[in-house]
Every structure is written in C-alpha cells, then in structure tokens.
C-alpha cells in the first residue's frame, strides 16, 4: 500500500509563471490535507477538501492560491502568477475520514514538494 | 498568536540519550505532538500526550509535560543512527488544525 505521494519533489518556476503541485493520497483515504513550511517557520495548514468539496480553507491565501480534489485523480494545489515569497515546501496528508477524534494516529503525510520560485 | 519554538539543530553520540525541546504559546491545546520526518519521507506521528498529562512513556521514548511553562520534551533513550532525522513538535485540538514547530535536526553521531 503505497504512501501519500506528491510530485513533483522539487518545482522550479519563475516570477509570474504558475505552480501545480499534485497529491495521490493513500488507497481508501477520502481526505485531503495541504500545509505549507515556509523558509524558518514551522508546518502551516492551508486546506481541507474531500472529493470535490472544500470543507476548510481558512488557512489558504486569498488570492492566486486554489485547491482542488476531483472525483477522480489526484488533488491539486495551484498557485497562479508565483511569487518569491511563494518558495517554500507544500506538504500533504491524507487520512481516511475527518480525523476529529482525540488523535491524529490516522493522518499520514506526504514528503512534501519544494517550490524554489527565481 | 499561537507560536511553536524548538531548536533547529542536535547532535548526540551513539549511545547516549537525546533531548529534544520545545515551548509552545497556546495554553487552550488539548493534545501536543512529535513528528518524526526522514530524509525523502513524509512526516510520521511518533507519540503524542494529552494536555492533562505530565509524562507519557513508550519504549525508547519519554515525553515530559510542564503545561506551567508551556514546555514539551521528547527524550530518546539509547540514541540509534537510525534515529537521524527532523523532529517537529506540534499542538492542536486534535484534528487537522495543527501548528508546527521548525524542527530539530537531530545528527547521531557513531
């Protein structure tokens, strides 16, 4: 059973250009987390969608960021007109119901992408 | 603002017992975190402790609690190569709504 797995590891995109950044979650799991760690700073949540629906984006930027998890394939995290402040590593976790329990023993993450914008 | 801090680097001898530190700001989290990342991994939940707890212990490893001063400590007993890696603390209200630290870079040294 293969992990969350998120390519490409590392995007390299210039000023202006846009970043997609995609995440395949585990088999069976229906939730799809997205965190960003930007230079010197820790793990931040952006977003929470399940298949097709956003149920939280309250930590996603509020322009030229987007999320998405269609029905089929995998989940995309869009950045439209990057900009430098947008370098940072993009993590996703997956998990196979809202993990609004006591812990988060059924969250499994991603090993992130590193956005570099020039 | 909620605020996670830690030590970006350790480095302990094979062997030995490694300390990990972190101070958090946020005295409403119910549960606080350690995440273990690997080189080219995702991050991997090691152990977690409930607000109202002051040591949780499992295995090698020891989590203090002083929920006074707002400090988490992860301690690995008899530290293995294989323990190389980040480690991030974390707190939350147990969900997806977490707040990391940097991350401690832990070298283990043969």
């Known amino acids: 059973n293969a992990g969350v797995m998120q390519n490409p590891r590392h995007l390299v995109r210039r000023r202006g250009q846009e970043a997609r950044l995609r995440c395949s979650p585990m088999?069976?799991?229906?939730?799809v987390y997205w965190y960003r760690q930007l230079p010197e700073e820790g793990l931040k949540f952006m977003v929470y969608?399940?298949?097709?629906?956003?149920?939280?984006e309250s930590g996603m930027p509020k322009e030229r960021f987007s999320a998405e998890f269609p029905k089929e394939g995998p989940s995309i995290l869009r950045i439209q007109q990057v900009v430098r402040g947008d370098s940072a590593a993009y993590f996703c976790?997956?998990?196979?119901?809202?993990?609004?329990?006591?812990?988060?023993?059924?969250?499994?993450f991603g090993s992130g992408t590193q956005l570099s914008v020039l | 603002g909620e605020d996670v801090e830690q030590s970006l680097f350790l480095s302990v001898r094979e062997g030995d017992s490694s300390v990990i530190n972190c101070t958090y700001t946020?005295?409403?989290?119910?549960?606080l975190y350690w995440y273990k990342q690997e080189p080219g991994a995702g991050l991997q939940l090691l152990t977690y402790?409930?607000?109202?707890?002051d040591m949780k212990q499992d295995q090698r490893l020891t989590v203090l609690l002083n929920k006074k001063d707002k400090h988490l400590s992860l301690r690995i007993a008899d530290t293995q190569t294989g323990d190389s890696a980040i480690y991030f603390c974390?707190?939350?209200?147990?969900?997806?709504?977490?707040?990391f630290g940097k991350g401690t870079k832990l070298s283990v040294i043969p």
């Open positions: 946020d005295s409403s989290s119910t549960y």
């Open positions: 969608l399940q298949k097709e629906n956003i149920i939280d």
């Open positions: 088999k069976g799991h229906s939730h």
């Open positions: 976790a997956s998990s196979p119901l809202h993990t609004g329990g006591p812990t988060n023993e059924k969250l499994f």
């Open positions: 402790i409930f607000s109202n707890m």
């Open positions: 974390a707190e939350g209200a147990g969900s997806y709504q977490l707040t």
